[in-house]
C-alpha cells in the first residue's frame, strides 16, 4: 500500500479533491458533447450534492440511478459518495419483475432517471412499494407531472438540482462506508445487490490501472456502459486515480471502434471477450492500420489473441473477478498462453481451487474458487438485504465465486465454467431462474429449462426448452413478441426447443446438465438465422 494513497484516503470524494488540486484544469472525462477537467468535475458534484441533500437524502440512504451513459450518472455518483449516500446503479435495459425487483430491493425512495427508461418504471407502478421520488433526467423541460401510474411520487427535476450553491458541510465518508450497492444476477433466486466500500471500489480501480500499467499520460477509451463496474470503475474511477483521460462513446460500435481511437489519440481499453472477437473478425481497415492502441485489457482472451496483437499492434493483459470478489488475478502483457486468467495478486488476495468438501485440488484439476483479502473491506460486505445469502458466499472464511477454475504448476489459473446455472451473455451476467420464470407466464407453456450453448462469440447463449401445455402449440416469433417488452433484450433466448417433458430428479428438480450435454438439436429454433 505504501506506493498509493493510505486505505484512509480511498474514498471517491477523496481521490476526486485531490486530483482537483493537483490536475485542475487537465481533461478528466471526454463526451460527445463535452469535455469536463477535474476541478470541473468537483465543483458539479459539491454542488449536485448541495442539492441532493436538500431532499432530505442522508447518509446511507440508498438512491436508484437509472441513466445512459454521460455526465448525469458520473455527476450523482460522484455526488451520492461525497455525503456518503449509496449510489444503486439499474441497467437501462431492465424491464418487468427484474427492474421491479431491483428496485424494491434496494428499498431507495428516490430514483435518478432518464425520460427514455420512463416507461419501463411505470410499466411497473403498481409492484413498487418505496420508491416516493423521481428525480427525471432530460425532457424534464416539458414534462410538467408524471404518468398516472407515477403520480404517487413527487417530480424533481435534475438540472435544478445541479444549481444549488450552498456552503453547508457535507459528511466526509469513511474508507469503510458503503458507496454502491451493485445488483448482479443469482442463480438459483432474483438478483442480489453487492454491497461494495470505498475501500473496494478504489481497489478494483486500481486493479484495472495496473494491469493496463496506466498513466497520467494515456487516453482511455471506455465501451462499456457505466452501471457496470467494468464502465464506471475499471474506466472511470480508474482515470480519475493516475490522472488519466477517459472518452466515452455513446456505444461500442463495430464500425466506429477504430475511427475513434484514431480521433481521441486513445492508447488504452478495456473489452469483453466478445468484443474483440468481433473487432479481429472484421475485415481489415485503414483506420484499424493507423492506430494509436497500445495497451488493452481482454476478458476472457479470444483463442487468436497473439494474432490480434499482432494485427493491431498492441498489447494484451487478462484478468479475472468478479462484483464480490474484485479483481485478484493479474496476467501482466507477457501472457502465459491464450487461455490462462492470470496468476494471483498475492500482495493482497488469495485464491484456493477446492473441492465440494473445501478441500484444495491439486494442479490440474478444476474446483471452484474460493477468494480471500489481505488487505480489509476489499472485498464485498455481504448482499444487500440478504444475510442468508452472504452467509452461504462467506463459507469457511472464504468468498465461494460459483466459478470453475484450475491452476497449473506454475501458478498460473484457467476459468473452467460456472457451477450454477448462471449465464453469461455479451458480458451479462443473466439468471436462469428469472428468465424462466417470465417464459412460464406464456399461456402456452407448462414448464421450461433455461440453459447456456456455448457462443461463437467467446461467451454463452441462452437456450429455452419448453414443455406446453396439453393440448397447446406454440409460435416461437409469438413467444418473442410476447418475451420482449418483459425483459431486456439480453436475456431474451436466442435458442428455443419444445420436448414433451424435462429430465428430472426423483424428488422433482429438472437435471439440466442433462439439458446441456443434449445442447442444440434438429429441432431447435435459432432466431439469428431463421
Known sequence: ????????????????????????????????????????????????????RTLQIDAGDTVLLMLPDGLPILLAWCALAKFGAIEVPVNTRLRGNVLAHIVNDSRA?????????????????????????????????????????????DLVRFGDLCDVDEQ?????????????????????????????????????????????????????????????????????????????????????????????????????TFLLGAMANWLYRQSPSEAERNNTMQRMLVVPLLPEIEDFKRRFDCLVSTTWGSTEINVPTRSSFELANNKTCGYVASDRYQVRIVDENDEECPPGVPGEAAVRAHEPWILMAGYWNNPEATVHAWRNQWVRTGDMLMRDESGN???????????????????????????????????????????????????????????????????????????????????????????KTQTGKIQKFALRERGLTPTTWDREVR
Open 109 to 153: 425512495s428516490t430514483i435518478v432517471v432518464h425520460g427514455d427508461y420512463l416507461p419501463q418504471l411505470t410499466q411497473v407502478a403498481e409492484q413498487l412499494r418505496y420508491l416516493r421520488r423521481v428525480v427525471l433526467v432530460e425532457g424534464d423541460a416539458v414534462m410538467q407531472m408524471l404518468p398516472g401510474e407515477l403520480r404517487h411520487c
Open 1 to 52: 500500500m505504501s506506493q498509493h494513497e493510505p486505505r484512509t484516503g480511498q474514498t471517491l470524494a477523496q481521490v476526486l479533491e485531490k486530483r482537483a488540486a493537483t490536475l485542475a484544469d487537465k481533461a478528466w472525462i471526454v463526451t460527445p458533447g463535452e469535455t469536463v477537467t477535474f476541478a470541473q468535475m468537483a465543483l458539479r458534484a459539491t454542488r449536485l450534492a448541495y442539492g441532493f
Open 168 to 268: 453547508a458541510a457535507l459528511a466526509d465518508p469513511s474508507y469503510r462506508g458503503i458507496t454502491a450497492v451493485m445488483y448482479t444476477s443469482g442463480t438459483t433466486g432474483p438478483s442480489k445487490g453487492v454491497m461494495i466500500t470505498h475501500a473496494h471500489a478504489y481497489e478494483y480501480a486500481l486493479g484495472v490501472a495496473e494491469s493496463l500499467e496506466l498513466r497520467e499520460s494515456d487516453v482511455y477509451y471506455n465501451p462499456l456502459p457505466l452501471f457496470h463496474i467494468a464502465g464506471q470503475w475499471a474506466a472511470v474511477y480508474a482515470c480519475l486515480i493516475t490522472g488519466a483521460t477517459v472518452v466515452l462513446p455513446p456505444a461500442f460500435t463495430l464500425d466506429g471502434f477504430w475511427a475513434d481511437v484514431q480521433r481521441h489519440r486513445a492508447t488504452c
Open 413 to 503: 489459473l484457467y476459468f473452467v465454467d460456472r457451477l450454477n446455472d448462471a449465464i453469461r451473455r455479451r458480458g451479462e451476467n443473466i439468471s436462469s431462474m428469472e428468465v424462466e420464470a417470465e417464459l412460464n407466464a406464456h399461456p402456452a407453456v407448462l414448464e421450461s429449462a433455461v440453459i447456456p450453448i456455448a457462443s461463437e462469440h467467446t461467451e454463452q447463449d441462452v437456450m429455452a426448452v419448453l414443455v406446453l401445455r396439453e393440448g397447446a402449440d406454440l409460435d416461437v416469433p409469438d413467444m418473442l413478441e410476447f418475451l420482449e417488452p418483459r425483459m431486456a433484450k439480453f436475456m431474451v433466448p436466442r435458442y428455443f426447443d419444445v420436448v414433451p417433458e424435462l429430465p
